[in-house]
């Protein structure tokens, strides 16, 4: 089966910085990956997806690359702020609606003001 | 519709209860879905709903783990006999059969095993 490998744990920026984590995952027949936000006492929630027909897909201040050779993909976070302090979690599945979607360990992220 | 609603949010119980929790996925989603989070750790998928039909158990599923969901609406997670391992947030998660958007994760309830 899929095994998502996820780093760092943890990450700490400064304001207005920027923070990237990188993913890697293992089944070539992945082709969906997306990126998941949780705060505490919150469930994860969608913050950015991408699928192996594109290389790179940005939204705002978010953006996430993907190599398919290499089997890594990346969520990329400009002009950091302290409300994007939470954990950020990493998926691979073969589809964005099938059961085989298995996730990285998270990477909690701290925005210092 | 608000999104996956679960409840209760928190439970606490003594080791050897029974316990049951219940998921509200977005009521046009066809397809719901079971994980476990324990403390720093990534959601582990647990079990998978089409509908009414439970199409695949993860082997992490024990035999004192068993998932309904009898209408093709909401789902019940009931966990027998609860141990201390089992001490976790359970997580609900639903995503439509076609189209776009991906999973959509409920609050989670938050079981602790005393």
């Known amino acids: 089966g899929e095994n998502v490998e996820q780093h760092p744990s943890t990450l700490s920026v400064q304001e207005g910085d920027s923070a990237v984590i990188k993913c890697t995952y293992s089944?070539?027949?992945?082709?969906?990956f997306p990126w998941y936000k949780q705060e505490l006492g919150k469930g994860p929630q969608l913050i950015i997806d991408?699928?192996?027909?594109?290389g790179e897909k940005k939204d705002q201040r978010i953006a996430v690359t993907l190599n398919k050779t290499a089997k890594h993909f990346s969520l990329h976070i400009t002009e950091t702020q302290p409300e994007d302090s939470a954990v950020y979690f990493c998926?691979?599945?073969?589809?964005?609606?099938?059961?085989?979607?298995?996730f990285g360990a998270g990477t909690r992220l701290t925005v210092k003001p | 519709d608000t999104g996956v609603s679960q409840d209760p949010r928190h439970k606490i119980t003594k080791r050897g209860q029974n316990v049951t929790f219940r998921c509200d996925p977005i009521?046009?989603?066809?397809?719901l879905y079971w994980y476990r989070q324990t403390l720093g750790q990534g959601p582990e998928f647990l079990t998978y709903?089409?509908?009414?039909?439970?199409?695949?158990k993860s082997r992490l599923l024990s035999d004192r783990f068993s998932a309904e969901r009898p209408k093709g609406s909401f789902s019940t997670l009931e966990i027998q006999r609860t141990e201390q391992g089992d001490s976790a947030m359970y997580l609900c998660?639903?995503?439509?059969?076609?189209?776009?958007?991906?999973?959509?994760f409920g609050s989670g309830t938050r079981l602790t095993v005393v």
């Open positions: 998660a639903s995503s439509p059969t076609q189209g776009a958007g991906g999973y959509t």
């Open positions: 089944d070539s027949a992945s082709n969906y």
């Open positions: 991408i699928r192996s027909n594109v």
């Open positions: 998926a691979a599945s073969t589809s964005y609606n099938n059961n085989d979607m298995r």
């Open positions: 009521s046009e989603h066809n397809r």
């Open positions: 709903f089409q509908n009414e039909a439970q199409l695949e």
